[in-house]
């Protein structure tokens, strides 16, 4: 089964994701943290791509799709596949079905994670990141365990991501109101969309993400 999360910022896709890697064995496909990835190490596509992801812009569609397809090309047909952050606008939508075609995959399931803006604003704003694993944390509602370190790989370079300061987090509501929110109607029409609330214990979300697999 291969699914897409989508939804906006802070929805909690990336946090999901973990159960769904974790308990269901998937794999996870976060076009954020490939972009965040290119960063860190400094190629090429990491040099074109830092500006976007700085200023809350989406990285241009060219550049995003051919790193998709090059990435399920890598991937085989071995396991389930998540798709997060990826499409995030209907000419990428419109990209992936051709890439889905040509890598001998189809898509079961468009999942939105439903939230409102004042909780993503909280969420967005008190998410903190390892660096050195890519560990998602909040202050309140996911702190370290000691304070200090990382909770997985034991780094204390746990940082606030540039994007999740106040400005561009505004930016990024914009970019998803505008660019991503109009895929509802694109997979509504393709009868592939389950619409899920992401409020509540990260496990109650969990729990209704299931379900919608199953059904
Ligand atoms: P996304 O990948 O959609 O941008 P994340 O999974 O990184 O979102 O979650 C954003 C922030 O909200 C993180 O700090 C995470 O710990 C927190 N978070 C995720 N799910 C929930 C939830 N159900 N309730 C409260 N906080 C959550
Ligand atoms: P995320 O980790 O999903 O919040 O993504 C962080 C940033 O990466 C976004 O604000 C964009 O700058 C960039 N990005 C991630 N996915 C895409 C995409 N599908 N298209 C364009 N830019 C993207």
Redo the contacts with the bound molecule.
């Keep these: 089964m291969n699914i897409l999360l989508f939804g906006p910022?802070g929805a909690g896709?990336?946090t999901q994701s973990t159960f769904l890697v974790e308990r269901l064995k998937m794999k996870h496909i976060?076009?954020?943290?490939l972009?965040?990835a290119a960063i860190k190490n400094k190629t090429s596509l990491g040099i074109e791509?830092k500006g976007?992801?700085d200023q809350?812009?989406?990285?241009p569609?060219s550049v995003?799709i051919g790193m998709v397809d090059e990435v399920l090309k890598n991937n085989g047909r071995s396991s389930s596949v998540i798709l997060?952050?990826?499409?995030?606008n209907v000419p990428?939508a419109e990209a992936l079905e051709k890439l889905l075609e040509k890598h001998d995959m189809q898509l079961d399931r468009a999942v939105f994670l439903e939230v409102p803006t004042n909780a993503l604003v909280e969420r967005l704003s008190g998410r903190r990141t390892c660096r050195g694993c890519g560990t998602v944390y909040h202050l309140q509602s996911k702190p370290l365990k000691n304070g200090k370190n990382c909770d997985v790989c034991g780094s204390t370079d746990v940082y606030q991501r540039e994007?999740d300061k106040a400005e561009t987090i505004k930016t990024?509501l914009q970019?998803y109101s505008d660019s991503t929110s109009p895929l509802k109607e694109f997979y509504s029409k393709k009868k592939k969309l389950v619409e899920i609330d992401g409020q509540g214990e990260v496990e109650a979300v969990f729990l209704r993400v299931r379900e919608a697999l199953k059904s």
């Design positions: 910022p896709k990336g976060s076009t954020g943290d972009f965040r791509a976007y992801l809350g812009r989406l990285v569609d995003t997060d952050g990826f499409p995030r990428q994007d990024r970019v």
